[in-house]
């Protein structure tokens, strides 16, 4: 089979690029999902409290405006039901291909083409790949000793067994970052107890979530400007929280004191708080947006366990001062193997180079979305789009806006498009120079930074910023080399 455009990726960034694309007339791609349903994190993320943390106004895509959100961060099955109602409603059912798991992309000079390999499929060729697999689509288990001999139940966040009853049951959770701090509070309305294991305590802000009255959703729906002026609020909003998130600054002082509040309001037991309170800046590691975790670790039934973990036993937890926690269940709320290193999945392109030796001290693109020698791949969520203070999906809609001009340019004129080393170049050195005044860079460590403290993940600066930069093609930044064969399946055959 050879398309014109194949999409690795079937969640919020591959079925945006998706309706764009349809809504540019290019009807020849399929998206490639290895699951069996759409939606992806969504799909994925299913644990009791699971919602976004920035409101659903803003975490949603402007071209699919929703008036009918429920609350203003919705839970993960409202944001699931969103992904698949814009499945059906941009028609891109018949455009799915589940099952097919990705294990290998490589350029062919001869034609031009990419080939897409499978675990489990016959190979696909494209004139241009999408490369929108997810930031955090693979789970993390956290290398502790004896993993394998505990003998109780174990489940990852992002894997929720729906089957265990948690009535009643001694639970262990292992991991206080944005996944925990929402599960935890609902896991104490059940569990006989629930022993919270933390290594660094987040800084958490508070989270107002109101339900939508039916007479505000009457008015989104009667009156789109009125949606897109809300959105548009809540996008400047955040904006203005960039100052004190992003960059290391004084500002970064008052979000600090914003923390320490919310943490004196809800929790009077001095030690606790100290426990309790972070030893980094704000911002440096992802901030937590909670308003029931300080509450839910003060019921009687939960207990905060600083100690760090030695290792799991068969029948628990030990932490290093030999205590043992029995614990029916083992909830990891421990995150993503996130690739800040290497790919994906293995690309090969132009002379055979390989992607993963050239990220393997840090990935790097130009404005995060092609790399020199790639030829026609275009990647969402790629290097330093991170947002710290705003929604992915304003990130992620320009990335789309962007690769689907770039890729429409090429088929319309027969090319193939492949970003200049020195432009890409230049744009790392000033987005390294950008990140050393961020708080991300500020001295904690976190998942957005490289063992060797490289950050490979955010982008050091407002959503504006990244946006702008992204809002047209400059062609000049790009080779161009014509696409060899007239008919692509005869390119194909050429190769067999
Ligand atoms: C619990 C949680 C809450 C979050 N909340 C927010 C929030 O409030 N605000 C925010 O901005 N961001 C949030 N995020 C970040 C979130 O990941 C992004 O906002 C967004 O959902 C990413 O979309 P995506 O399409 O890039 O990736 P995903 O949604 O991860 O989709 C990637 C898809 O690619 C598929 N795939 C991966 N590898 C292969 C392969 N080799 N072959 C075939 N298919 C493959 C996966 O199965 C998946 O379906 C949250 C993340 C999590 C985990």
Redesign the pocket.
Known sequence: MTLDVAI????????GAAIRLKQKQIHDFAL????TE????????TYPG?A???PSRL?SYSFAPNPDWSHTYSG?AEILRYIERMVDDFGLRPFFRFG????GVVWNEQTSLWEITFDNQPPVHARAVVM???????VSFPAIRGLETYEGHKIH??RWDHDYDFTDKKVAVIGTG??GVQIVPELVKVAKSVKVFQRTPGWALPRTNFATRQRTKDIYRRFPQTQTLARQAWFWGHESVALGVVWNSPLTRVVEAVGKLHLRRQVKDPWLRRQLTPGFRAGCKRLLMTSDYYPALQKDNCTLVTWPIARLAPRGIRTVEGIEHHADVIVFATG?DVSKTGT??PITGRGGRVLADEWSTGAKAYKSISVSGYPNMYF??GPNSG?GH????VY?EAQIDYLVDAISHALAHDVVLDVRADRQRAYNENIQRRLQKTTWNSGCSSWYLTEDGFNATMFPGFATQYVGQLKSVDYDDYTTSAYRPSDKDAAVTATV
């Open positions: 690795i990726g079937g969640g919020f960034a591959g079925i490639f999902e290895r699951g759409p939606g992806g994190t969504w799909r994925d993320n699971a976004c943390d920035i975490y993960s097919h798991n990705v294990d929108a697999s997810g930031p955090l689509a693979n966040s992002a944005a996944s993503f994906p999945v969402t969520f947002p705003s929604s992915a999906l992620m």
